[in-house]
């Protein structure tokens, strides 16, 4: 317990890292995915394809090889970023496949036959997303993209092998200096576990919030 | 137009054929209705009534042959052809209503949305509708808090709310429970006497005979007879259509 609080300042700096980290690969994560999730469902084949292959790289190769490309290819490749942006970037377009395939779930809960009811009544396109599609595919996306919020959290632990200076690496480096792992690990466990269950917390508020009243 | 017909057909297909890969759903079709009056079609499951239904708003794309709604061929897609489906109202067998919109919601949404009618007289010429359909005591419910029959009757005034200058109906009454589907015919009953024009297709051969003007036999993809009631019922020309009639008659 010492050992932690003897280091408060730099594992409290460490921690905003993780915060930071979270919320702007976050927010992207959901706007990109939503992005892909329109791509995917549109009418252009090419998008659909482009949003498709999309989703399947980026769910089939591990976060840890896209940090480790990012981090070594891309500056011999002459585009240079500091550490914790190229991070936020890959843990961004990262979860931006999860965020797609949790939305396309939501929007695939909507009965087709809606669509084509409003079809039939002489909604645009547009005027069918806005109306129709968002308001009950968010209903049904809210605890799936909590999910992939508190996933994010933990993979954003995966920035500390490439060398940014977010909680996980500074409670390792606390600990080399300490050795005490056992309070040390598991205070910081604890701290992911509260972000994590403030996430569940929050979806479930938002969710309950936008039910549908039956 | 022509010199055969005085009047502009409200529904014309010349025609018209549509395959699902190698199924042949439609052939040749050749439908005419004329405004105010009521279609009723008949025929056994498979036969294409669903997608004849259908292809009046291009909901199915048709791949040969003329439609024409009130004198204009459909459009092909885009800003027209949502206008067109504005004109044509269509009520499905599962009601298909927004679940997450009240029933009032369901009602107003398409006349603010499409015909840029201010909300509050959305809001009141919907309650109209609502009060004339009988269900003006659940506008404020959602759609899954209301039966079977009260979700047809509100998707009807839902339809109605864009003053469609025709109204399609597939198989109204075939998700409902028997009881309820007095209450939803009522309705398409009254619908008709005030001259709208509909093209119904149903099992209800009560409703055929005492609502139609024509009824259209479908059989395999085409039209195999088509008569006012009375003849279709009492005078059955085809031996499919006989056929037909004792099957869903018997019981
Ligand atoms: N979207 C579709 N794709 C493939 N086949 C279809 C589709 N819709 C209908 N069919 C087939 O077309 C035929 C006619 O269907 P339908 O128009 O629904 O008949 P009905 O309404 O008279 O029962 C049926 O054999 C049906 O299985
Ligand atoms: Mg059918």
Do not use: W
Not at chain 2, 64 to 77: Q, Y
Not at chain 2, 162 to 183: H, I, Y
Request: glycine content about 8%; overall charge neutral.
């Amino acid at each position: 317990m010492q050992a932690l609080l003897d280091n408060l300042d730099p594992l409290l700096r460490a921690l905003g890292t993780t915060v930071t980290i979270t919320l702007v690969a976050g927010v992207a994560a959901l706007v990109l995915g939503t992005l892909v999730t329109i791509a995917r469902v549109s009418p252009v084949p090419v998008l659909r394809g482009a949003a498709f292959c999309y989703v399947q790289f980026f769910v089939n190769v591990p976060l840890l090889a896209l940090l480790l490309l990012a981090v070594f290819a891309l500056p011999d490749a002459g585009l240079i970023m500091p550490l914790t942006t190229t991070a936020v970037v890959v843990l961004a377009v990262y979860e931006a496949a999860y965020v797609a395939e949790a939305v396309r779930s939501g929007v695939n809960t909507i009965p087709p036959g809606q669509l084509e009811a409003a079809r039939a009544l002489g909604l645009r396109l547009p005027q069918i997303l806005r109306l129709v599609v968002v308001p009950q595919a968010l209903r049904a996306v809210v605890q799936p993209l909590g999910n992939v919020m508190i996933a994010l959290v933990m993979n954003s632990a995966l920035a500390a092998t490439v060398g940014v200076v977010e909680l996980t690496s500074a409670v390792n480096k606390v600990n080399l200096v300490e050795a005490q792992p056992i309070p040390i690990f598991a205070g910081a466990g604890l701290v992911y576990m509260a972000i994590a269950l403030a996430i569940g917390l929050a979806a479930g508020r938002i969710e309950k919030k936008v039910a549908i009243a039956r | 137009m022509s010199a055969t017909s005085p009047v502009t057909p409200m529904v014309s297909m010349r025609g018209v054929d549509k395959h699902f890969g190698a199924l042949h759903v439609l052939r040749g079709i050749d439908l005419e209705v004329a405004p105010r009056e009521v279609v009723v079609v008949v025929g056994p499951s498979g036969s294409g009534k669903s997608t004849l239904c259908r292809t009046i708003n291009r909901l199915e794309v048709v791949d040969a042959g003329e439609i024409r709604v009130d004198g204009e061929p459909l459009p092909a897609e885009g800003a027209a052809l949502a206008r067109l489906r504005a004109d044509v109202g269509m009520v499905f067998q599962q009601f298909n209503l927004f679940g997450h919109r009240t029933v009032l919601d369901n009602v107003a949404m398409a006349p603010v949305a499409v015909r840029r009618t201010p909300k509050k007289e959305a809001g009141e010429r919907g309650m109209a509708l609502l009060e004339r359909v009988g269900i003006a005591d659940k506008a404020h419910r959602h759609p899954a808090e209301l039966s079977g029959g009260q979700q047809q009757r509100a998707a009807i005034a839902r339809a109605l709310a864009m003053q469609p200058k025709v109204m399609l109906f597939d198989e109204p009454t075939s998700a409902l429970d028997p009881e309820m589907v007095g209450e939803v015919l009522d309705v398409m009953t009254g619908l008709a006497a005030e001259g709208m024009t509909m093209v119904v297709v149903t099992h209800e051969m009560g409703f055929a005979r005492r609502v139609a003007d024509r009824v259209v036999f479908m059989d395999a993809g085409q039209v195999v007879e088509q008569a006012p009631p009375a003849e279709f019922f009492d005078a059955t020309r085809s031996e499919r259509a006989r056929a037909f009639l004792a099957s869903v008659l018997q019981h």
